[in-house]
């Protein structure tokens, strides 16, 4: 059993080591929220352009921190730190679009639930009921005058409570998404929604290595924007870099190595690190190594480390030339 454990840390570790991101400063709210907290009021617009407002394909996305109904709290870094693709979904329970989508998202979930991380935000409704206004058309808007009927939320523990019928599917209009998918709630001032939005139902694929989008959707898989595609490509392209030696003309020998000492031959360029890390992440060894045809290393590991999985990752200014897996007899 400890062998599988180390095993499978080693192949989590192998994908995310190489893959994690810096996203930029936090947009979301710093701790979970009072039920007696105000909520503003979302800005209204005729004009709002779900395909082109928030953040475009290419575009480094902020970190935000947003908590479920039951206080915990899910972090945007913390996500894309797994080296998995980020899925951000929107949710309003009084838009239609996004009560018809939810069997899409179900479905995406089921088939890439293990390879991509799901999120959805609740944010604030689409379609208040009288005499709220909608935030889309700035007048009273309502679809579904016989099925849902919520006033927008001016309280915290409001929005928990729509969120919670959400959840529940207290209308019994539509299949609710995947229990298993974690769903966060939209902060006091509507900071996902402002920024990310303002929309009811859009969506998000963040590339974990590097933090931008990678697709957008207007709507949520709204053909032909479809997510699956998107999907697909992404995590073919996140194996390809995350295969284990990034440049092919480095290698690293002997592999296994019986005392801790390899070497590196094939540096073209004047490398400036090379980091030792064991399974867990924690970095155990460092070095500088200048180019050369063989350039020998003796890894020195710390007091209580020995054999094992290690990976390395050689670095020049420019960023990793090379990484992958050692082994420690």
Known sequence: MKKLFTLTSAILFSIALFSQATLAPTIGVSVLPPDNSSVCTPACSGSYNFDTDGYLVGTL????????????????QTLINTGK??????????????????????????????????????????????????????????????????????????????????????????????????????????????HFGPAPNNAYLINPADGKVYCKHGWFDKAPNEMAPCIDQLLAVLTSVNEPNVSSTISVYPNPSADGRFTVSGLRSAVSGLEIYNVFGEKVFASTIQPSNNSTIQVSLPSGTGHGIYFYKLSDENGTVSSGKIIIE
């Open 61 to 76: 996305i902020p970190d935000f921190t947003l908590y479920t109904i039951s206080g915990t709290p899910y972090n945007a």
């Open 85 to 194: 693709p980020l899925c951000i979904v929107a949710g309003s329970y009084t838009c239609p679009v996004w009560r018809g989508k939810t069997d899409s998202l179900n479905m995406l979930f089921s088939k890439y639930g293990s390879k991509v991380n799901f999120l959805v935000v609740y944010v604030c409704e689409a379609h208040p009921k009288s005499p709220d206004v909608s935030p889309y058309s700035c007048n009273v808007w309502d679809p579904n005058p016989n099925t849902i009927k919520y006033l927008q939320e001016t309280t915290y523990g409001q929005r928990k409570a729509t969120a919670t019928d959400m959840v529940n599917n207290t209308c019994a209009c539509y299949t609710p998404a995947n229990p298993s998918i974690p769903m966060v709630i939209d902060g006091p001032c509507n900071e996902f929604w402002t």
